[in-house]
């Protein structure tokens, strides 16, 4: 697909990863981009959802906005999390198919797996049981996406594809503490500790599971990529093909963010999934994605970006 001839819309374009892929978008040639604003369009409602498609009439649908956080965010929304992004994902992609889009390209998200899956995650195994708990709503939600596409695709004809990206970390993440993912929450524990001198940080869980991290710039490469070289139903994975442990991850971010103090671990809070990291053969075969970004140094960018951004104390 020429992406420099396509009108496309752009969910959740301002965004953590919006942000990435908008430039990636424009270094494709495609300018003829469309971010819909909630102030403007709220797309968990279905007059917000036509009214973006009348307003704009996209050849091409990208995806991207959802309702997200980490385990306690999950765990204290459940019912918004599963609410909103279902009825996001379900609405854009019916006024795709109305529309006459040409392509949709709807991210999911490797909250979908079942919870024991085996390690690496292959796609096929995405239905080899439920999600893990503290994130279940959310994860069936986003699968719903894909599931809807294959059915579309099956009735109607309709092009849509599935992307899984792993979890994503890099410049411009959402710090907040009442949001955050585990990496942007581990990097402001730290600055924290060191600004009120304190001797410790707590953790939750135990340390031991493990997790796969996306540099964001790597992530929304391989999603143009794929709007451009991708058509068929089968979900892909989107990573970086390694695992790294909790606990040597907290003490790499403490390392790099020179915070000498103690790491102390709340056992009576959730661990979340026990492992999780990506098979990548799909995204390489079909559009030729590897992550080139290697993690440390995609951590030192982001613990810079966060200290510039927030500024001297």
């Known amino acids: 697909m020429d992406l420099s001839s396509k009108k496309i819309l752009l969910t959740g374009g301002s965004g953590f990863l919006g ?11 495609a300018f003829d981009v469309t971010v819909p604003r909630k102030a403007q369009y709220d797309l968990t409602q279905e007059e917000g959802v ?4 009348r307003d704009h009439r996209p050849d ?13 965010a999950n765990r204290e929304k459940p019912g918004q999390f599963l609410y ?5 994902g379900t609405q854009l992609m019916e006024y795709a ?16 797996y079942p919870k024991l899956t085996p390690v690496p995650f292959r796609e096929d195994d995405l239905w080899s049981g439920y999600p893990e708990e503290t994130n279940a709503p959310y994860g069936l939600a986003k699968k719903m996406l894909l599931v809807q596409g294959q059915a579309y695709r099956a009735q109607y004809g309709f092009n849509a594809i599935h992307l899984l990206p792993v979890n994503l970390y890099g410049p411009g993440d959402n710090f907040d503490p009442a949001s955050s993912h585990v990496i942007p929450a581990l990097i402001l524990k730290c600055q924290e500790a060191i ?11 135990d340390g031991s599971p493990t997790r796969e991290f996306l540099y964001v710039e790597d992530c929304a490469e391989a999603l143009v990529a794929a709007t451009r070289l991708y058509e068929a139903p089968e979900p892909v994975n989107v990573g970086a093909g390694f695992e790294i442990s909790i606990k ?5 971010i403490a390392e790099l963010m020179g915070f000498e103090g103690e790491i102390r671990w709340d056992v009576t809070k959730p661990n979340g999934q026990p492992r999780r990291s990506l098979n990548v053969d799909r995204a390489r075969e079909a559009f030729g994605f590897e992550a080139k970004t290697d993690f440390r140094s995609g951590l030192e960018k ?12």
């Open 19 to 29: 942000r990435h892929v908008l430039p990636a978008l424009q270094a494709e040639g």
């Open 50 to 53: 036509a009214r973006v498609y």
């Open 60 to 72: 091409v649908v990208i995806h991207l906005a959802a309702i997200v956080g980490g385990i306690g």
């Open 84 to 88: 909103d992004n279902l009825m996001m």
């Open 97 to 112: 198919r109305r529309s006459g889009v040409e392509k949709f390209v709807g991210i999911g998200t490797i909250c979908s």
């Open 195 to 205: 600004e009120e001198r304190a001797p410790e940080i707590v953790c939750w869980g």
């Open 248 to 252: 040597d991850l907290s003490e790499l």
């Open 302 to 313: 982001t613990v810079h970006w966060f200290r510039e951004s927030r500024g001297p104390r």
